[in-house]
C-alpha cells in the first residue's frame, strides 16, 4: 500500500508562483511513474505533469515553461513547481504513482488564482 500525501496548495494572485509537496511512504526508485493530476470544476481529470523511470518528463502544453517536476529521493518526495499562474490553471491538484500497475492517489490540494 502507498500513501501519498500532498501540501502545498492556496490562493495566489495571477503570475504567482506556488510549489506543491508529495511524501510517498514507499520508496519512489521503486514506483514505474510519478506524476502531477489536476481537476478544475466541471471538468475531467487531467496529467499536468509525469516523470517515468525511464527518466522522462512530459507535460501538458498548457503549464510548459511555467511548471517544473522535481523530485527528491533521500526523501521519497515529489514536487511541482508552478511559476507564472494563470486563472485557467484554478483546480485540485493530485499526486499519483504508478506501483507495479497499480495506481495510487493523494487526496488533493486546492490551487486557486484570482485576483
Known amino acids: 500500500q502507498v500513501q501519498l500525501v500532498e501540501v502545498g496548495g492556496g490562493l495566489v494572485q495571477p503570475g504567482g508562483s506556488l510549489r506543491l509537496s508529495c511524501a510517498a511512504s514507499?520508496?519512489?526508485?521503486?514506483?514505474?511513474?510519478m506524476g502531477w493530476y489536476r481537476q478544475a470544476p466541471g471538468k475531467q481529470r487531467e496529467v499536468v505533469a509525469r516523470f517515468s523511470v525511464l527518466g522522462t518528463t512530459n507535460y501538458t502544453d498548457s503549464v510548459k515553461g511555467r511548471f517544473t517536476f522535481s523530485r527528491d529521493n533521500t526523501k521519497n518526495t515529489v514536487y511541482l513547481q508552478m511559476n507564472s499562474l494563470k486563472p485557467e490553471d484554478t483546480a485540485v491538484y493530485y499526486c499519483?504513482?504508478?506501483?507495479?500497475?497499480?495506481?495510487?492517489w493523494g487526496q488533493g490540494t486546492q490551487v486557486t488564482v484570482s485576483s
Open positions: 514507499g520508496n519512489i526508485f521503486s514506483f514505474n511513474a
Open positions: 499519483n504513482a504508478d506501483h507495479y500497475g497499480i495506481l495510487y
